[in-house]
């Protein structure tokens, strides 16, 4: 969809695929620029999940001043949503200064009506100097890292330490690597969404994200003898490491083996140098909140902003909705080999 929009000088485009290299050199140095804001996923949800994608840039004269992802997903259950960005922990826009941001946002409304959308939801890791209504309920779990991880397992709660030695007694050990471990990693995902009642992308997506990145992930998989427990799938851009997606098998729930897998990703954040571990998205007062607490995080807030070209309230699609709920419940008891099948095209369409 082609647009022009100006002001002061400033000009709102489309990128085109030829800026990607500029693209990502400029989401590298801004503060607001995160591994979910690189250029290629324009490629993986448009080639991998069949998404329109909408990806504006603000320029002053030939420099790049501000940039921002979007993505239209369509369907019957959830309507026609632009988002920034959906399937990943949060996006919205990256600007050099305030003046940038707004023009983003605006252009961002203007494809919003002009695609005749539900809605329009900004997910940002920081507020921004909006009207827009904005939801709370999401929030990022931030560890501040140290070159030696031992300065970190010092300041861990001596009950918290115990739990961890208590899974290493218990013969669990973790690897990493890179699409050699896909195979088990989306097994484990497979069994653990089922039980929590999300339909699983399909392998080829992550697929893609790996051959994409290749040099900014990593998979982690937790295991016993050879049987994976629990694994992760994170992403790396600049100094952060990205906490993407986990989950475990029954055993691994009932045995506690995350507090080795996350420990052991710790430690490997550490000494490859990063600074910063999100450990992920999660719902505010939520259990996975309260986990991700004892590892001495601070509690960062997500902002996601709604427009709706209507005028009208954000309709309920969150999983607190009752009609979710009973749709999750059902999914939990569907067999395995069915939720392989019907998930993926199911997946695709949750943002």
């Given at each position: 969809?082609?647009?022009?929009?100006?002001?002061?000088?400033?000009?709102?485009?489309?990128?085109?695929?030829?800026?990607?290299?500029?693209w990502d050199s400029f989401v590298a140095i801004q503060p607001g620029g995160s591994f979910y804001h690189r250029f290629a996923w324009k490629l993986i949800n448009e080639r991998h999940l069949r998404h329109m994608t909408i990806f504006?840039?603000?320029?002053?004269?030939?420099?790049?001043?501000?940039?921002?992802?979007?993505?239209?997903?369509?369907?019957?259950?959830?309507?026609?949503?632009?988002?920034?960005?959906?399937?990943?922990?949060?996006?919205?826009?990256?600007?050099?200064?305030?003046?940038?941001?707004?023009?983003?946002?605006?252009?961002?409304?203007?494809?919003?009506?002009?695609?005749?959308?539900?809605?329009?939801?900004?997910?940002?890791?920081?507020?921004?100097?909006?009207?827009?209504?904005?939801?709370?309920?999401?929030?990022?779990?931030?560890?501040?890292?140290?070159?030696?991880?031992?300065?970190?397992?010092?300041?861990?709660?001596?009950?918290?330490?115990?739990?961890?030695?208590?899974?290493?007694?218990?013969?669990?050990?973790?690897?990493?690597?890179?699409?050699?471990?896909?195979?088990?990693?989306?097994?484990?995902?497979?069994?653990?969404?089922?039980?929590?009642?999300?339909?699983?992308?399909?392998?080829?997506?992550?697929?893609?994200?790996?051959?994409?990145?290749?040099?900014?992930?990593?998979?982690?998989?937790?295991?016993?003898?050879?049987?994976?427990?629990?694994?992760?799938?994170?992403?790396?851009?600049?100094?952060?490491?990205?906490?993407?997606?986990?989950?475990?098998?029954?055993?691994g729930r009932q045995l506690n083996v995350n507090y080795v897998l996350y420990w052991e990703m710790i430690k490997d954040a550490c000494e490859r140098g990063f600074h910063r571990y999100h450990l992920g998205r999660s719902t505010a007062g939520s259990g996975a909140e309260q986990f991700k607490k004892k590892w001495n995080t601070e509690t960062c807030q997500l902002y996601w902003y709604h427009y709706r070209p209507d005028g009208r309230h954000?309709?309920?699609?969150?999983?607190?909705?009752?009609?979710?709920?009973?749709?999750?419940?059902?999914?939990?008891?569907?067999?395995?080999?069915?939720?392989?099948?019907?998930?993926?095209?199911?997946?695709?369409?949750?943002?």
């Open positions: 969809m082609k647009m022009n929009q100006a002001t002061q000088g400033r000009i709102v485009s489309v990128a085109s695929d030829a800026t990607a290299a500029e504006l840039e603000v320029r002053d004269g030939a420099a790049l001043v501000g940039v921002l992802p979007l993505v239209l997903t369509r369907s019957r259950i959830f309507g026609r949503i632009l988002c920034s960005m959906p399937f990943v922990n949060f996006g919205g826009p990256v600007a050099a200064d305030d003046q940038a941001t707004r023009l983003l946002l605006s252009a961002a409304k203007e494809q919003a009506r002009a695609l005749q959308v539900d809605y329009l939801e900004m997910r940002c890791a920081e507020s921004l100097d909006t009207d827009l209504p904005a939801s709370l309920q999401k929030v990022s779990m931030t560890l501040q890292l140290n070159p030696d991880p031992e300065l970190l397992w010092g300041k861990f709660a001596s009950k918290h330490r115990t739990n961890i030695r208590r899974v290493y007694k218990d013969g669990f050990l973790v690897r990493s690597g890179g699409r050699e471990l896909l195979p088990e990693f989306y097994s484990v995902m497979q069994q653990s969404w089922r039980e929590l009642g999300t339909p699983l992308y399909a392998r080829s997506y992550f697929e893609a994200i790996l051959d994409q990145f290749p040099d900014q992930t990593r998979i982690f998989v937790c295991h016993r003898d050879g049987q994976p427990a629990a694994v992760a799938f994170n992403g790396h851009s600049a100094d952060t490491v990205e906490g993407m997606w986990a989950g475990a098998t029954p055993l954000r309709p309920a699609v969150s999983a607190d909705n009752p009609r979710f709920q009973m749709a999750i419940a059902a999914w939990r008891k569907l067999p395995l080999w069915a939720t392989r099948f019907v998930g993926p095209p199911l997946a695709r369409v949750i943002p």
